[in-house]
């Protein structure tokens, strides 16, 4: 019996689409864009700083002076730094790290970016609680973050990366880009900011109007109601923004600076639509869970617009105090102010009931449990001492623990009992009604493991305006990856969708749609009145010809391509921009520009990764091989812990036909990524195309452990299994392929072939 897999043919194909993991793409394209394109976007400037307020607003300012957002970030000085500078001695990474102070200033020795132990003065404060952090200027404009920080609760030093160590010339060591405050924490701890990298010299003249979040970094610059004060006062004062609780306006104020996002310019000005300066995140995967919980860091607003608070028009100052930033009250207190037997009018949708009881909490009166937070607002310990709570205030769902693989708040306090037991007690406690009512994330678990049902689920999420934004963005952006002619109609509603955030995610989960079909999908995007979008459907359309396009598509992708190189232009700094530059010109066929962008990505980071690979990528199209591997051998020194530089060069080895130092890069890169289903089948077509086949089963079997419904994986462990003799155990997994997609005839003919039939 013969079966449809031929392992040095497919393992030959795998290596000659080796970049198809890194979203390069190359074809015929429109004519090259002028220079002119090389522009950075531009914002208001305030002219005011917060002491044209405080005489007016003596009641204000001193509720701000006591704040989070006053201490967001000051000089160092007596009044601020927090730390003990007292000649303390801390060790890290084997070092001695000595704080101490001399003539008044703060200082640290510690080794420095030339890998020599230095001497540096403390600039700046940043934060306060639970954690402050020391900012170091450099001389090229970047103030670095120290990797020792200060746990105010403990009064003690504390590693933020402890058992890791960062060599100057990492990103992680305090020297290092992921440190560097201008371009990572500037724009939400300053007012007014202006990162100001200079290309030219690679240095940065960062500005701002005032070194902490001050008055005007919410309520935006107030040129006119200032005169106006200071004036004869004739007539009603010009308006200031939120002078009342404005849902819309408050979540535009501060949800930016509260959002795990994507920055699209080099400034922000309080007020400003969001999408036309960041891109906030969705519920993508390792970010969060598949229901909407909190899993990395991502802040709070990602989490707020999952709630039925958001929905009902909840605003931020209705629990929290906007200038001293504390809750308005303490304990029950903040919830019961709108969920108690008589609900303000304002939120129809609230049920009369005694919430603070035990006759819905179920619990101590007083106890910890009892707190409306404990079940509503679980928090997960980030930078590991700052916990964060969750802000879908949700309804805790323990019956999908274990079908979805989440968390719930009932077994994080009952950390000896099971999530059987906890979904079996809420069933007791609220009926069946809690248990049986859908969930989003039913759909978006489906979606990321690619189960049966999971177009057809994530189809029924993307078009339920009930569910939000925020969850049916994320259903647009996976059903990408089933797209078929049929849901061409589908992902068009979303790229159509009122809100800029599912238009935004729609457009990314569209890379496989082929290039004649994509005018038609986005073409009138090019003049979306959001940045964001305009941006993103310039990337979607450069790799199609000219001529596939309409008049006024032609004439508007100009326009939009010069936003797109502008949003890039305003992160320049970032080895991700170039990376994006130089895809966006591979897909216009502008070879030399595209070279010249991931050359200045590998400038601005070493261990860029998709920069290699790409740049590889096109050395292998020149036919230049031998700069092709020399550089995925550099990939690999320079970032050894990285997967994908292994993966890399061993499809190259593969080329090259040096397949025993292919396979050991292989199993290298399925090592460092043991969750990547890809790395896992390309690792064992390559065993059995040299002849370990035990081993490319083995591999195979514990790879749908993790990954139970990939179609690669499945088809060729049905294969290797059945052409090793053992048909009955195959068979199973053939079954499955059929139960993926039932109408795939290569999936039934297997399944029938292993059948007898």
């Avoid at 070092?95 to 890998?115: C, I, M, Q, S, W």
């Avoid at 009926?431 to 978006?444: C, K, L, M, Q, T």
């Avoid at 199993?667 to 690792?683: G, N």
Wanted: charged share 25%; with cysteine.
């Amino acid at each position: 019996m013969t079966f449809p897999l031929e392992s040095p043919s497919i393992l030959a194909a795998l290596a000659g689409a080796s970049l198809a993991l890194l979203g390069a793409v190359a074809a015929e394209a429109p004519a090259a864009l002028g220079a002119e394109t090389e522009e950075t976007l531009a914002a208001p400037e305030h002219s005011l700083v917060s002491e044209d307020c405080t005489s007016c607003h003596a009641e204000q300012a001193a509720a701000w002076e006591a704040s989070h957002h006053y201490r967001s970030m000051l000089p160092a000085s007596e009044g601020s730094v927090l730390g003990d500078f007292d000649e303390r001695v801390v060790e890290q990474d084997g070092r001695p790290v000595r704080f101490f102070r001399e003539n008044g200033g703060y200082f640290v020795e510690t080794e420095g970016e030339d890998g020599a132990v230095g001497v540096f003065e403390i600039a700046y404060t940043f934060g306060y609680a639970p954690l402050q952090q020391y900012l170091i200027a450099l001389p090229d404009g970047r103030l670095q973050a120290l990797t020792l920080a200060w746990d105010k609760h403990a009064g003690a030093w504390f590693d933020l990366y402890p058992d890791q160590e960062f060599a100057p010339g990492d990103d992680l060591h305090w020297t290092g880009q992921q440190m560097t405050w201008n371009y990572i924490c500037a724009d939400c701890h300053s007012t007014n900011l202006r990162r100001n990298f200079m290309p030219e010299t690679a240095s940065y003249e960062t500005t701002f109007t005032e070194v902490n979040v001050g008055c005007l970094a919410c309520h935006g610059d107030s040129v006119a109601h200032v005169a106006w004060a200071q004036g004869d006062r004739a007539g009603a004062a010009p308006p200031m923004l939120l002078a009342q609780p404005d849902p819309d306006a408050e979540l535009r104020v501060c949800g930016p600076c509260h959002a795990r996002r994507q920055s699209l310019s080099d400034s922000w000005t309080a007020g400003a639509p969001i999408f036309d300066h960041y891109v906030p995140e969705i519920l993508r995967e390792a970010l969060y869970y598949p229901d909407g919980q909190i899993e990395e860091e991502v802040f709070v607003y990602g989490s707020f617009l999952q709630s039925r608070m958001h929905r009902a028009g909840v605003t931020c100052s209705d629990c929290h105090e906007p200038h001293t930033g504390a809750l308005r009250a303490t304990g029950n207190a903040v919830c019961t102010q709108c969920h108690s037997e008589a609900p303000p009018e304002r939120f129809p949708g609230i049920l009369p009931l005694a919430y603070d009881s035990p006759a819905h909490h179920f619990h101590e009166p007083g106890s910890e449990g009892a707190l409306c937070v404990s079940c509503h607002m679980p928090e997960r310990t980030y930078m590991l001492v700052d916990p964060r709570r969750d802000h879908s205030f949700r309804v805790p769902r323990p019956d999908l623990s274990d079908a979805l693989g989440t968390p719930n708040a009932c077994i994080q306090c009952h950390a000896d009992r099971s999530n059987a037991w906890a979904a079996e007690t809420v069933l007791e406690w609220y009926g069946p009604d809690r248990r049986d009512s859908p969930h989003f994330g039913e759909a978006i678990h489906l979606g990321r493991t690619g189960a049966p049902g999971a177009a057809e689920a994530l189809e029924a999420l993307a078009q339920d305006e009930t569910q939000p934004a925020i969850a049916r963005a994320t259903a647009f952006n996976l059903l990408g990856r089933y797209l078929n002619p049929a849901r061409f109609a589908v992902m068009r509603d979303g790229v159509r969708d009122p809100d800029p955030l599912i238009r935004v995610w729609t457009l990314r989960g569209l890379d496989a749609l082929p290039i004649e079909d994509r005018p038609q999908m986005a073409g009138d995007l090019l003049t979306d009145p959001t940045l964001a979008v305009r941006a993103e459907a310039a990337l979607f359309l450069a790799p199609v010809p000219d001529e596939l396009l309409t008049a006024e598509q032609r004439e508007a992708y100009g326009a939009a391509a010069r936003d797109f190189l502008a949003v890039q232009a305003a992160s320049a700094e970032r080895a991700e921009a170039q990376h994006s530059l130089g895809v966006f010109h591979d897909a216009r066929g502008e070879g030399k520009q595209a070279e010249a962008a991931y050359r200045k990505a590998l400038e601005r980071d070493p261990g860029f990764v998709p920069a290699y690979a790409n740049l590889a990528e096109r050395y292998r199209q020149l036919g230049d091989v031998g700069r092709e591997g020399a550089l995925l051998r550099r990939a690999v020194q320079s970032a050894p812990e990285e997967a994908a530089a292994h993966f890399a060069l061993g499809l190259y080895q593969v080329r090259a036909r040096d397949y025993q130092a292919a396979l050991a890069s292989l199993e290298r890169a399925r090592e460092l990524d043991p969750d990547s289903a890809r790395f896992a089948y390309v690792h064992a077509v390559a065993l059995d195309s040299l002849g370990q086949r035990p081993f490319a089963i083995e591999n195979l079997t514990q790879a749908l452990e993790r990954h139970p419904w990939d179609p690669d994986l499945l088809r060729t462990l049905a294969i290797l299994l059945a052409e090793s003799g053992d048909v009955e155990k195959a068979r199973p997994y053939a079954q499955r392929l059929v139960e993926l997609d039932p109408f795939d005839p290569d999936s039934r003919g297997l399944l029938l072939q292993l059948k007898g039939n």
